[in-house]
C-alpha cells in the first residue's frame, strides 16, 4: 500500500475513470436567479385607494392578533397564579381528618381538668404547631357558631327550634376551611329557628 501526501487529491482520475463516474459539469450562473426574477411584478400604475384599503386589513390584522396575544398572556398568568394558590389544596384536604380529630379530642380533654391539663402540656401543642403550620401556608378554620346562617358558606345539617338563635348558626358540628380565601371544605352547621 502506498503512502499518499496530504496535498494528493482523494480522488484521482484513474479511479474515475475506472468507477464509471463522471464529475458534472456546474455553473454558477445556472445555479442564480437573476434580478428580474426575484422582483415582483410591479404594475405600472398604483392604486392608492387599493394600497390604503391593504394597509388597513395588514393594520387590523396586526392588533388583532396583539390583542389575542396579550390576552393569552393574561390568561396564563392568572392560571399560573391560581394554580400557585390552590397548590397544596389536595394535602390540605388530607389533613382536614387530622384536624377534626384534633378538635375532637381537644373537646373531650376539656371535660376532666386532669386529662386537660396533660393535653395543654403535650398533644395540644402539636395541635397548636400543626395549626401554625397550616395558616402559614394559607389554611384558616372558619368561625362559624353563632353567625347568620349563609348557605354560600355553610352546610345546614338540621334545624332546631331556638327561639334566641332564630336563622344563625346554633352549633358547629364540622368546622370548614379557607384556603387562600378560597373555600375548601364548608362548615357543618345546626341552624336555630
Known amino acids: 500500500m502506498s503512502q499518499k501526501k496530504p496535498d494528493d487529491p482523494i480522488v484521482d482520475d484513474e479511479m474515475l475513470s475506472h468507477s ?6 456546474h455553473t454558477i450562473e445556472g445555479d442564480l436567479k437573476s434580478d428580474k426574477d426575484l422582483q415582483e411584478d410591479i404594475p405600472d400604475t398604483i392604486d392608492l385607494d387599493e394600497l390604503q384599503q391593504r394597509l388597513e386589513e395588514k393594520e387590523d390584522r396586526y392588533l388583532r392578533l396583539y390583542a389575542e396575544f396579550d390576552n393569552y398572556k393574561r390568561r396564563t398568568q392568572r392560571e399560573r397564579l391560581e394554580m400557585m394558590d390552590t397548590a397544596g389544596s389536595k394535602t390540605m384536604k388530607a389533613l382536614l381528618p387530622v384536624l377534626d380529630d384534633f378538635d375532637r379530642a381537644a373537646q373531650l380533654a376539656e371535660k ?4 386537660a391539663e396533660i393535653w395543654n402540656n403535650g398533644i395540644g401543642l402539636v395541635h397548636k404547631k400543626l395549626l401554625s403550620a397550616l395558616a402559614s401556608q394559607g389554611l384558616k378554620p372558619m368561625e362559624s357558631t353563632g353567625k347568620d346562617y349563609d348557605s354560600d358558606l355553610f352546610e345546614a345539617v338540621t334545624e332546631i327550634p331556638h327561639p334566641d338563635m332564630s336563622g344563625k ?3 358547629t358540628l364540622e368546622r370548614g376551611y379557607t384556603l387562600n380565601g378560597r373555600i375548601i371544605r364548608h362548615a357543618k352547621v345546626v341552624v336555630g329557628k
Not at 464509471?20 to 459539469?25: H, I, T, V
Not at 376532666?112 to 386529662?115: A, F, I, L
Open 20 to 25: 464509471d463516474a463522471a464529475p458534472e459539469e
Open 112 to 115: 376532666d381538668e386532669q386529662t
Open 169 to 171: 348558626v346554633v352549633d
